[in-house]
């Protein structure tokens, strides 16, 4: 099972960043191929429909092939005033926007359709940036995305990781590998459905 994963940050020591990298070992480790994706690494300007019909940018493109090769996603998203970031949702708005005249992506849901998305979050607060799943969820199923049932909003990040990166406590890494799980089984049921259609 392909696997993607990805923070809504781009902050150098983001607590969903490290999240996201211990999501992907979990993946790996259960035998997914998984696509580790760094936001940062992708030139995307904030959305601008004058800009758009300039032309896509690239990395838009290259972003909307690499979200549609993967039935299975998993998302972390930090929580900011609230609710998921303003690059998480430049991201989606990029990402979902029909591209008049292209072969492929002339349908903005495409990469979106069919998905089965699992949610993380980490935040320094108790709730773990809880309510920015709140927010993401219904956006993601407005994309036609299935969602994963468990989700897992990690609370004092702060303390939650070593000095390598790694989930401190057991009851941590046990949230995590179910919803990476749960992913992974939901998507592999999904998948042939959606290749036969």
Not at 101 to 114: C, D, K, L
Not at 174 to 197: F, G, I, M, N, Y
Request: aromatic fraction near 8%; charged fraction near 15%.
């Amino acid at each position: 099972m392909k696997l993607l994963v990805f923070a809504g940050s781009t902050r150098q020591h983001s607590f969903n960043r490290r999240l996201a990298a211990q999501a992907a070992t979990v993946a790996r480790d259960a035998g997914a191929e998984v696509t580790h994706l760094e936001l940062a690494d992708f030139h995307i300007p904030l959305y601008n429909a004058d800009l758009e019909a300039q032309g896509t940018p690239p990395d838009v493109l290259r972003l909307k092939a690499l979200l549609f090769a993967h039935p299975a996603w998993i998302v972390c998203s930090p929580e900011y005033n609230g609710s998921y970031t303003a690059l998480l949702k430049n991201t989606l708005d990029w990402a979902s926007s029909p591209v008049k005249g292209h072969p492929e992506w002339g349908s903005g849901t495409r990469p979106f359709v069919g998905k089965v998305v699992g949610l993380l979050s980490a935040s320094p607060g108790a709730l773990g940036g809880l309510r920015s799943l709140e927010h993401l969820a219904p956006l993601l199923l407005n994309l036609q995305c299935w969602l994963a049932p468990r989700n897992f909003a990690l609370g004092r990040a702060g303390e939650a990781f070593d000095a390598e990166g790694r989930l401190v406590h057991e009851a941590s890494r046990d949230s995590v590998q179910a919803v990476v799980a749960q992913v992974l089984w939901a998507a592999a049921r999904l998948a042939p459905t959606e290749a036969a259609a």
